[in-house]
């Protein structure tokens, strides 16, 4: 009779149980954390609307992440500007000037914005020039790569910049330019680029005299100065 009830499987079950537990404890543990809670949908935590700037992904998006750049983006009903917390007249343009160039580079809002803007406005100071051709040899790599960029955007806030630091240091550019033209003569081929191109040459002719011409003629022979 007891191995009937045996087979029955009556008393089988305690010890199946207790074989389970051995070969797998705490089986049901990993349940209630796979079970979402209902104030999970009113309190979700994946979902950041400001993520893009708490997790900066370059170095001039950390240093404006940290408050390194003393100017922050107002938004206008019409059109965006800077707001600086102090006179830009009083700001260091060592290293500013250089994280602002660097910035040139950026393709992400507000980087974009605040970059070009802060560029040209701190090169509008009083006394700018004085404060910006010790920098120069810093500043001109940086505005090779933004001219030498894939990006069509960066490319053209690159030349924007070019000439703004031209108009700013005249002909102390000069001595520089020639490793700057060769990007301007890849893309002056380009249609698209032709027109702006051309009229920052000229512009850059204007602000360097005689000596800019020159340089410009002999590294971009097609171009044709007006």
């Known amino acids: 009779s007891n191995g009937f009830r045996m087979s029955s ?3 089988i079950k305690p010890k199946t149980a207790v074989q389970k537990s051995k070969t797998s404890p705490l089986p049901r ?14 309190n ?11 997790r900066p992904t370059s170095a001039f998006a950390a240093i404006y992440a940290k408050g390194g750049i003393p100017c922050r983006l107002v938004h206008g009903s ?10 830009p007249e009083t700001v260091p343009f060592d290293p500013l000037l250089v994280t602002l160039a660097e910035g040139l580079r950026e393709t992400k809002h ?31 790599p940086v505005l090779k790569a933004a001219l030498a960029h894939s990006d069509d ?9 070019l000439v703004q630091l031209s108009a700013a240091v005249g002909p102390s550019l000069n001595h520089h330019l020639k490793h700057l033209l060769a990007n301007l003569s890849r893309r002056l ?8 191109i051309t009229v920052a040459l000229q512009k850059l002719e204007q602000y360097g005299g005689k000596v800019t011409t020159a340089i410009i003629k002999s590294k971009i022979p097609t171009y044709c100065s007006v």
């Not at 979700?44 to 708490?54: L, M, N, V």
């Not at 955007?153 to 910049?161: K, N, T, W």
């Open 9 to 11: 499987g009556i008393q």
């Open 78 to 87: 019409v059109k965006h500007r800077l707001q600086w917390e102090c006179l």
């Open 29 to 42: 543990s990993p349940e209630p954390a796979t079970k979402p809670k209902p104030s999970d949908k009113l």
């Open 110 to 140: 507000p980087y974009t914005f605040v970059s070009k803007e802060g560029f040209k406005e701190l090169l509008m100071v009083e006394g700018a020039a004085e404060k910006t051709i010790p920098l120069l040899p810093r500043l001109v």
């Open 153 to 161: 955007e960066v490319f053209v806030r690159g030349l924007d910049a």
């Open 189 to 196: 081929m380009n249609k698209k680029f032709r027109e702006k």
């Open 44 to 54: 979700p935590k994946t979902i950041d609307p400001f993520g893009t700037y708490s």
